[in-house]
């Protein structure tokens, strides 16, 4: 599954190109693109190319609780952004016990510490390894679930505001 929009610094591309290098996830995984809009005339032609049928590939659109449901069933969140400014995808999909294979880049190493998989966005071989890794082996993919689960609790409301409050105080 891959949640958002697909821009260049998103970069579904690298993964789509780890996809398709791999017979095995090929036959085995379908992938979802969750929000982001409709595919483009240039994301389609990148499909035909890398040889990756349209019927692997699934556009979905909706509200929270379609993507509650999409993050719930899920074999893996993949993450492969070049740089972000926090990276909050991955914390939901650990919210509802979805695995995450994230690239290692930006501060996503410190926002997920050690609840994801990581990979060099710029290493189709690494994204590849990596997705094959969590996907076919059920005790990392539980054990990324349950340090996701410990991670988010970091995140919730009330740690920030009992974090806000004490810099108040200590501000006074």
Not at 122 to 127: A, E, K, L, T, V
Request: proline letters at 3%; glycine letters at 6%.
């Amino acid at each position: 599954m891959f949640v958002g929009n697909r821009t260049k610094y998103k970069n579904s591309l690298n993964f789509l190109k780890a996809y398709a290098n791999s017979t095995k996830l090929k036959n085995d995984f379908n992938i979802v693109f969750f929000g982001g809009g409709n595919f483009s005339i240039l994301e389609n032609n990148d499909l035909l190319k890398l040889g990756i049928k349209l019927n692997n590939i699934f556009y979905e659109d909706g509200d929270d609780n379609k993507l509650k449901l999409y993050y719930e069933n899920a074999n893996v969140l993949i993450y492969p952004s070049l740089y972000e400014g926090f990276g909050s995808v991955p914390l939901e999909a650990m919210n509802y016990g979805c695995p995450v294979v994230s690239s290692n880049t930006s501060c996503l190493p410190e926002v997920q510490g050690d609840a994801s998989l990581k990979f060099d966005p710029n290493s189709i071989d690494d994204i590849q390894h990596a997705l094959e890794k969590v996907l076919y082996s059920q005790t990392l993919s539980k054990e990324l679930i349950s340090k996701g689960y410990k991670k988010i609790k970091k995140y919730s409301w009330s740690e920030c505001a009992r974090e806000t409050a004490q810099l108040y105080n200590e501000l006074t």
